[in-house]
């Protein structure tokens, strides 16, 4: 779902989970998962989200955020 956009965006080591790429992947509950921000109080985390891994590194576990900062911003790059 992802490889597509990463190669046309010329996104190297992204779009496909294996050995040398650069992961980020969701783990939520599908019945579950819900966006609990408002336009009063929109700095709320949602709900449903059970894992979240960013460049490869565990950044919340089972819902609880760890302060990790691994992610980088993605430029396009020329192909």
């Known amino acids: ?7 046309t965006y010329g996104l190297k080591h ?3 989970i294996k050995e040398g790429m650069k992961a980020d992947i969701v783990i939520f509950d599908e019945l579950k998962i819900n966006d609990k921000a408002t336009f009063i109080n929109p700095h709320q985390y949602p709900v449903g989200i059970s894992y979240v891994f960013i460049n490869g590194q565990l950044a919340l576990d089972k819902g609880a955020f760890l302060g990790t900062k691994n992610g980088e911003v993605l430029r396009k790059h020329k192909l």
């Open 1 to 7: 779902m992802t490889a597509f956009p990463a190669k």
């Open 14 to 16: 992204r779009g496909e």
